[in-house]
């Protein structure tokens, strides 16, 4: 069995909250949940636990994903708030996230990001931030209402992992609804996809991928049962990433 270790998304204490009000939820998208699942491979929500609780978890998985969600802090990246009232971000769970890469490139285990997540893996080395695209962006990057049937072209890296991985590709069409994205490369990173129209980072990799595989991507492959065959099919990216996490669990001898 694969284990494969999700980041949790998370609701604090919240008075106005009828259930559980005083108690913080950790909680995965079940999209992402039918996406990660076959058989053989258990997905596993790492509880908010303290960090030696933490590390001895990780211990025991073989691929950790990092899934969407809340923005990122500018906090987590050295930068000024562009408006804290209206992009607070959430500090939280950036640490918590942080904790778990650093378990995990500790190991070399498996990475994937996923939308929130390739921010948290540019950041945690050393990159920045996009804080708001209306403001830097040329296109309509999220849709409060489209929401996953917004979509787009990228173009993929000639010779790139997802150009390889879906036989060459070079555009690509793909979902959108975010409003952050990468702007300033973290260490030993490579752009492997960037948007058509505007440039936009939509997808980055580790530059050593034969030493650790760690790969970002800033669209949603678990909602694209909503545009069908309007975008790329998402199963690929998932079967590679599981692939790594089975050589790592075969390396490790688990």
């Known amino acids: 069995m694969i284990l494969l270790a999700l980041s949790p998304c998370l609701f604090y204490p919240n008075p106005e909250r009828k259930v559980f009000s005083p108690k913080t939820l950790c909680y995965l998208e079940n999209d992402m949940g039918k996406y990660v699942y076959r058989k053989g491979v258990i997905p596993v929500l790492i509880p908010y636990l303290d960090s030696r609780s933490l590390k001895e978890l990780m211990d025991s998985m073989h691929g950790l994903l990092l899934q969407a969600g809340s923005d990122m802090s500018p906090e987590s990246y050295g930068e000024e708030f562009l408006d804290r009232e209206k992009w607070p971000g959430d500090f939280q769970r950036d640490q918590i996230e942080f904790e778990l890469l650093k378990c995990a490139f500790d190991k070399k285990m498996p990475v994937l990001g996923i939308c929130r997540g390739i921010q948290v893996i540019n950041t945690f080395l050393g990159g920045t931030l996009h804080q708001d695209l209306g403001t830097s962006g040329?296109?309509?990057?999220?849709?409060?209402?489209?929401?996953?049937?917004?979509?787009?072209?990228?173009?993929?890296?000639?010779?790139?992992?997802?150009?390889?991985?879906?036989?060459?590709?070079?555009?690509?069409?793909?979902?959108?609804?975010?409003?952050?994205?990468?702007?300033?490369?973290?260490?030993?990173l490579v752009v492997e996809a960037v948007c058509t129209e505007d440039g936009i980072i939509e997808a980055i990799r580790n530059s050593k991928m034969e030493e650790h595989f760690v790969l970002g991507v800033q669209w949603h492959p678990e909602f694209s049962e909503t545009l069908g065959d309007k975008i790329i099919p998402a199963q690929p990216l998932m079967d590679l990433f599981l692939e790594e996490c089975a050589k790592f669990k075969e390396a490790e001898g688990a």
């Not at 997802?162 to 260490?187: F, M, P, R």
Request: net charge negative; with cysteine; hydrophobic share 30%.
């Open 138 to 188: 040329k296109i309509n990057h999220r849709d409060p209402v489209l929401y996953d049937r917004n979509h787009h072209s990228a173009q993929f890296v000639d010779g790139g992992v997802l150009s390889s991985l879906y036989g060459g590709l070079q555009i690509a069409e793909i979902n959108t609804c975010h409003h952050q994205a990468v702007k300033d490369l973290g260490k030993e």
